[in-house]
């Protein structure tokens, strides 16, 4: 669903990925996320969501009131995954010991570890969750905790939340 900024090859393109020098893929530069007709309504693109009952009458709420109760209304990050997913770039940035991802959608940042550590005690504390990864050959893996769900974060804008 994401593809490579101005200037950059499209994901998915023939080709092989290019690599950074630790033999790692190169995930470098701008993206941008192509998402967005999913992103605002999933149930209305096709996608199957496997709702709880509970889950189905919190989604039919938040869809008719649209952006009343989103946080990104009140100038709070759009959380994760929905950074990823809506039309602003973002760029990831490799360190030897975390990924760097920024964004210019309210300027939010993340920091993914990838040096082994396990979660932080105060991963339930973080407005955006906290973030561990690791590679799996060339598929970068990342588990988060801590989401703010409480505050009213929501992945999408129609309101569906998060597993």
Partial sequence: MLQRGANKPVLGKAGPAQRLPDGKPDLTGPWEPNAININV????????????????????????????????????SR???RLTTTPDPFRFVPTPTYMAFSTKAAHTGRQIFMDGRKFSRFADELWI???????????????????????????QECGTRRS
């Fill in 129 to 155: 969750g906290e973030s561990v990864g690791h590679w799996d050959d060339d598929t970068l893996v990342v588990e988060t905790t801590g989401l703010m769900i409480r505050h009213g974060s929501m992945p």
């Fill in 79 to 81: 959380g994760v995954p």
């Fill in 41 to 76: 309504n999933m149930k209305a693109a096709g996608i199957e969501i496997p709702f709880s009952p509970e889950g189905e009458a919190l989604y039919k709420s938040r869809l008719a009131r649209l952006d009343k109760d989103d946080p990104e209304a009140r100038c709070l």
